[in-house]
């Protein structure tokens, strides 16, 4: 994959729902009345980011064309929009011209009236034009299935279009979503309908369309259609609370309407290769605010530094509840994808999934869709692998970057005779993972007993990790998995297993738990997770021979061993997410020499670094109170433009030797 600049960059907003000036909320929802402010600061952002130029994907205004206050709301967008310093491409949502024509949507469906209302407006409803060698396509979506005589004429323009388009390549705006999850899903409120949806679907396998970009939902989903990538944007200004169903905790506020890390908008890098799609969490915000810009998306040119652990379902399907005012009718199945927008943002390319999820059709389909953006997965499994998933681990050997065998060494002899057996078939690079119990060691009596099992070999025995990996026939795998526990140190920890790998020519995986010793004992908090994954990062960064995996990326608020995540229950970024992804930023131009040099204080800890002529310090407070100046000078990772209101973490000072 190719490092070089961008050509260009373009940003897409969506679903502003802007009313009038100084009358009533034209809305019953409370966060309605922000969006005025709300876009207002997304046109400020965006004229500070100076793309090439900005599509709107619809949805301009909040009240229906048949409202009397539509006038009113389509002067307020004018002069809002107006302030954008670069090319506005705008094409019209429902809430513009009216509903795809089912006679069960909730509001006047299109017209033609309707349509040519809006173009007087706002302009065409459909087009094209040309920047960078690419083609840029906008369509009326409420226009299919219509039948219309508008629609046939769109059709018949659409068609020539992309066949005129051979030689360029070719990203497509529409404001309805073909689909949400699936090709064939039901009709619902949220996509296009037959035979519109299999028509453009075929437009977009035929002409081979890099990218399409839908509004609509409020909420963030993709899809990877054949070869073209398909996004769903949030809002800029709400989101739809129907959504917040996905989360297995209380709605945020107004009931998940105002879900304020979930708003923002997208910038779309285009390199001579490729396009990277960045989600800007705008936070909501009223001002002016730089938003929490996602910069590390999965595929991105600086490899990830450290890899998770994806213990929740993260490509989990629900049945949303059926209730008006928009799928009063039936239940809609929707996939959540809210998992995926943050590995992008937080720069995490590398995750670790159980063998379940690559035997499930469902979800090896969705990890081949990842996979093709440069998502890798190690898949793990337990005990002496049968045929079955010897097969399947072969037949899907392009989707796994490394197999991880857990077993009680005891089973090990048994395991590298069946691996040997199996030499005529395509495996993957695999790694050992010992399984190990409370019941492996002798246990104290007048303790508690903690009925768990963890994986991994432990810092201690790293020496006879590596006379176990000396034993004749191990050479079947390439690594050995070890961990290391919230009570070890980090640096000196990773610092002795990179050394026995080296001395024992292995690869060495390892474990950095976040979770506490006990299953019933408290978790750390989010400053402490915040500060031991800066570790981490630093630890990966500076010792490429291991492959670190923070255990764990997502909340566990209930059941056993809690402790927080990168993200919590609704898939907003953490303290210690947003430390992830901005560390593995600073880092990325830097080489490495030299040892790391621990120092501690009252106040904290100080890790030093030096990089060519950079002199680099990694502070680590204590106390989430602002005590960085008393630890070398340095500022904070994190600050309230990057994190609404974040607190103090770790600190960070790069300069000049």
């Known amino acids: 994959m190719s490092n070089s600049e961008a050509l260009f960059s373009f940003a897409v907003i969506a679903d502003t729902h802007l009313n009038p000036q100084n009358t009533p909320n034209t809305s019953p929802w409370r966060t309605n009345r922000l969006a005025n402010d709300r876009t207002r600061a997304v046109v400020d952002v965006l004229n500070k980011l100076q793309p090439a130029f900005v599509v709107h994907l619809g949805d301009v205004v909040h009240p229906v064309p048949t409202h009397p206050d539509y006038g009113p709301a389509a002067e307020t967008a004018r002069e809002i929009l107006g302030r954008l310093a670069y090319p506005l491409h705008i094409l019209p949502g429902n809430h513009d011209i009216g509903d795809k024509p089912l006679d069960w949507m909730p509001a006047d469906c299109i017209s033609t009236e309707n349509v040519l209302r809006f173009r007087e407006t706002f302009g065409a409803d459909w087009g094209a034009f040309d920047h960078g060698g690419c083609r840029f396509v906008r369509i009326n979506s409420s226009l299919l299935n ?62 081979r369309v890099e990218a399409v970009f839908a509004g609509h939902v409020h909420n963030f989903f993709y899809n990877r259609h054949r070869s073209t990538d398909c996004y769903v944007l949030p809002s800029v200004t709400n989101l739809r609370q129907d959504y917040a169903e996905f989360f297995h905790v209380e709605p945020a506020d107004e009931y998940g309407r105002n879900d304020t890390p979930k708003i923002g908008f997208f910038v779309v890098d285009v390199y001579r290769d490729r396009h990277v799609a960045r989600f800007m969490r705008t936070n909501g915000a009223t001002d002016a605010t730089p938003p929490a810009e996602g910069r590390n998306p999965i595929e991105r040119p600086v490899p990830s530094a450290v890899g998770v652990y994806l213990r929740h379902a993260w490509a989990e399907e629900i049945e949303l509840p059926y209730n008006a005012p928009l799928d009063e009718l039936s239940r809609k199945r929707v996939r959540n994808d809210y998992g995926v927008l943050a590995m992008w943002d937080l720069g995490v390319n590398k995750v670790r999934v159980p063998f379940s999820d690559l035997a499930d059709d469902r979800i090896r389909a969705r990890m081949r869709d990842l996979h093709a953006l440069g998502q890798r997965f190690t898949v793990f499994s337990f005990g002496l692998p049968d045929r079955a998933t010897l097969d399947v681990i072969n037949a899907h050997r392009s989707i796994v970057d490394r197999w991880e065998m857990v077993l009680p060494l005891h089973a090990l002899g048994a395991a590298c005779h069946r691996l040997r057996g199996a030499k005529s078939l395509e495996l993957p690079p695999i790694s050992l993972s010992k399984l190990r119990s409370h019941g492996d060691a002798n246990h104290d009596p007048s303790k508690p007993f903690d009925h768990a099992v963890s994986l991994g070999f432990d810092v201690a025995e790293c020496e006879d990790a590596g006379r176990l990996w000396k034993r004749e026939g191990c050479d079947v795998f390439d690594g050995l998995l070890f961990k290391i526990d919230v009570d070890q140190p980090i640096i000196a920890s990773v610092s002795r297993i990179s050394d026995i790998s080296a001395e024992f020519r292995f690869r060495a995986s390892i474990c950095a738990k976040l979770a506490p010793l006990r299953s019933a004992d408290a978790p750390q908090s989010d ?117 609404k209101g974040a607190i103090p973490g770790p600190w960070l000072e790069i300069c000049s030797t």
Do not use: M
Not at 179 to 189: C, K, L, M, Q
Not at 545 to 573: A, H, S
């Open 146 to 207: 219509s039948q219309l005589p508008l629609e046939a004429e769109q059709k018949r323009w659409l068609e020539a279009q992309l066949a005129a388009s051979k030689s360029k390549r070719i990203f497509l705006f529409t404001h309805y979503p073909p689909y949400v999850t699936r090709a064939d899903e039901a009709s619902h409120y949220d996509n296009l309908d037959e035979p519109g949806r299999s028509w453009l679907c075929r437009l977009l396998v035929e002409h």
């Open 527 to 643: 400053h402490a997770i915040a500060n031991r994954v800066a570790e981490v990062v630093l630890c990966a960064w500076s010792n490429p021979r291991v492959e670190i995996f923070l255990d764990t990326f997502q909340d566990v608020d209930r059941g056993y061993y809690l402790r927080p995540g990168l993200i919590d229950r609704r898939c907003n970024p953490r303290l210690a997410g947003h430390v992830l992804r901005e560390l593995q930023w600073r880092l990325r131009d830097l080489a490495h020499q030299g040892a790391l040099r621990e120092s501690n204080g009252k106040e904290g800890r100080t890790i030093a670094f030096q990089s060519g002529e950079c002199r680099c310090v990694l502070a680590l407070p204590q106390s989430p109170q602002d005590v960085g100046t008393r630890l070398g000078g340095c500022s904070p990772l994190i600050t309230p433009a990057t994190a």
